[in-house]
């Protein structure tokens, strides 16, 4: 009887903790009021507002019902915040329709309101870009530059979604994630502040998280740890490995992408055919430069070798690593277990651009990903920036 009776005081804990473990798992759609949909109030009730560019317009809102709310801040398709508190400096002048949405997964508040902005007085700020919105890649280097004229003094930040990322003169961000992003500076001065937004959009590869070449655009290939030190063909001998020299905005040191034309349709997997713009010289599996690729004299686009292509995946702080193809193919026209792939590294002290071989057939000769996977973060070497981001030489 004694065990009995110790055994039912067992049961009743155990049953008793299972009960608790079944509750914690679920979320909080059993608890009342907690599946309402949200409400918010704005910090005004005003519908339309005047701003000027420079100028941070700040408006406030704050949830009275639901819960595990989000805010959203519109304008059209492009979201401008993400928290409570929207602090944006608009770019333009001009007439805007911003919605503010508070957001859970019952439902939407949403309120609409007008910003009429004027041009406010730019104090003497020149950037680098005229542009105010722009696209770029996951594993690509944003580099803005702002020059104050000489009778300006201040301190200046730039921030990314109000991370604080450069406390100089130039922004050098690098794109890791998709999404949109804002990019603000800031000129603290004598007379206040002046605020310019910037709108990147970043895309990635339809096939991964790898390098989206954008369309048209030519590149240049930097070392991650120094941004002024580029991949460069060899123009005095055009099939030697490429070099690594400092930015000096010649061709040899501009890269483009390369179109199938001749060799069929467009390789599915979106790998890329780099060609070195000077040379013309594509580089292979092996390191070595291969020239003189065909040049469609209508378009000047350069012809691609199906052969010499390269992956080029993307960490998580937005570095590239080019793998050549073989490396991620799951199949092969002539398997074997001596097949061979690479990924490019920098050689000889930081002065050439070398490769890292392993073999990516098992022994039964069928492509597989192990030796691929096994490089972990290795070999993360690079940046790739587009040449209108990089400074000109005069």
Same mark, same amino acid.
């Given at each position: 009887?004694?065990?009995?009776?110790?055994?039912?005081?067992?049961?009743?804990?155990?049953?008793?903790?299972?009960?608790?473990?079944?509750? #914690?798992?679920?979320?909080?759609?059993?608890?009342?009021?907690?599946?309402?949909?949200?409400?918010?109030? =704005?910090?005004? +009730?005003?519908?339309?507002? /005047?701003?000027?560019?420079?100028?941070?317009?700040?408006?406030?809102?704050?949830? @009275?019902?639901?819960?595990?709310?989000?805010?959203?801040?519109?304008?059209?398709?492009?979201?401008?915040?993400?928290?409570?508190?929207?602090?944006?400096?608009?770019?333009? *002048?001009?007439?805007?329709?911003?919605?503010?949405?508070?957001?859970?997964?019952?439902? *939407?508040?949403?309120?609409?309101?007008?910003?009429?902005?004027?041009?406010?007085?730019?104090?003497?700020?020149?950037? &680098?870009? !005229?542009?105010?919105?722009?696209?770029? #890649?996951?594993?690509?280097?944003?580099?803005?530059?702002?020059?104050?004229?000489?009778?300006?003094?201040?301190?200046?930040?730039?921030?990314?979604?109000?991370?604080?990322?450069?406390?100089?003169?130039?922004?050098?961000?690098?794109?890791?994630?998709?999404?949109?992003?804002?990019?603000?500076?800031?000129?603290?001065?004598?007379?206040?502040?002046?605020?310019?937004?910037?709108?990147? @959009?970043?895309?990635?590869? +339809?096939?991964?998280?790898?390098?989206?070449?954008?369309?048209?655009?030519?590149?240049?290939?930097?070392?991650?740890?120094?941004?002024?030190?580029?991949?460069?063909?060899?123009?005095?001998?055009?099939?030697?490995?490429?070099?690594?020299?400092?930015?000096?905005? #010649?061709?040899?040191?501009?890269?483009?992408?390369?179109?199938?034309?001749?060799?069929?349709? $467009?390789?599915?997997? /979106?790998?890329?055919?780099?060609?070195?713009?000077? @040379?013309?010289?594509?580089?292979?599996?092996?390191?070595?430069?291969?020239?003189?690729?065909?040049?469609?004299?209508?378009?000047?686009?350069?012809?691609? !070798?199906?052969?010499?292509?390269?992956?080029?995946?993307?960490?998580?702080?937005?570095?590239?690593?080019?793998?050549?193809?073989?490396?991620?193919?799951?199949?092969?026209?002539?398997?074997?277990?001596?097949?061979? &792939?690479?990924? =490019?590294?920098?050689?000889?002290?930081? @002065?050439?651009?070398?490769?890292?071989?392993?073999?990516?057939?098992?022994?039964?000769?069928?492509?597989?990903?192990?030796?691929?996977?096994?490089?972990?973060?290795?070999?993360?070497?690079?940046?790739?920036?587009? $040449?209108?981001?990089?400074?000109?030489?005069?």
């Amino acid at each position: 009887m004694k065990t009995f009776q110790q055994f039912i005081p067992k049961v009743f804990v155990l049953c008793l903790l299972l009960s608790t473990a079944a509750c #914690s798992e679920k979320d909080d759609l059993d608890i009342p009021g907690h599946t309402i949909p949200p409400k918010a109030v =704005l910090s005004s +009730d005003q519908t339309t507002f /005047e701003a000027k560019t420079g100028a941070l317009f700040v408006l406030e809102a704050t949830v @009275t019902q639901g819960y595990n709310v989000q805010h959203e801040w519109r304008i059209g398709d492009v979201v401008i915040g993400k928290e409570a508190r929207l602090e944006y400096s608009f770019p333009e *002048a001009g007439t805007f329709e911003v919605v503010y949405s508070a957001l859970n997964g019952y439902g *939407a508040d949403r309120h609409s309101f007008t910003v009429i902005v004027s041009q406010g007085t730019n104090p003497g700020i020149t950037f &680098s870009t !005229d542009q105010r919105s722009f696209e770029r #890649s996951i594993g690509e280097m944003v580099r803005i530059t702002a020059k104050l004229d000489d009778n300006i003094t201040g301190t200046q930040s730039w921030t990314v979604d109000g991370k604080e990322i450069s406390t100089t003169d130039q922004l050098d961000y690098s794109v890791a994630t998709p999404g949109t992003k804002l990019i603000k500076h800031t000129l603290t001065y004598a007379e206040g502040t002046y605020t310019t937004q910037f709108t990147l @959009t970043a895309v990635m590869s +339809d096939y991964g998280n790898r390098f989206k070449w954008r369309e048209g655009k030519d590149y240049v290939i930097c070392l991650k740890d120094d941004l002024n030190k580029v991949v460069a063909a060899d123009v005095e001998n055009t099939t030697a490995p490429y070099k690594v020299e400092t930015w000096d905005g #010649s061709e040899k040191q501009i890269f483009r992408n390369g179109y199938h034309f001749g060799y069929g349709p $467009v390789p599915t997997l /979106e790998y890329y055919n780099f060609y070195n713009v000077a @040379t013309h010289s594509v580089l292979q599996w092996t390191g070595m430069a291969w020239p003189n690729n065909p040049v469609d004299p209508v378009t000047g686009a350069m012809g691609a !070798d199906p052969w010499d292509g390269w992956f080029m995946d993307v960490n998580s702080t937005g570095d590239v690593r080019f793998v050549h193809f073989f490396a991620l193919w799951d199949s092969h026209p002539n398997p074997s277990p001596d097949l061979m &792939s690479s990924c =490019l590294t920098v050689t000889d002290n930081g @002065t050439r651009i070398g490769v890292y071989s392993f073999y990516c057939c098992g022994a039964d000769g069928r492509p597989d990903f192990v030796n691929y996977q096994a490089l972990g973060d290795k070999y993360y070497e690079f940046k790739m920036i587009a $040449v209108e981001d990089m400074p000109q030489v005069e």
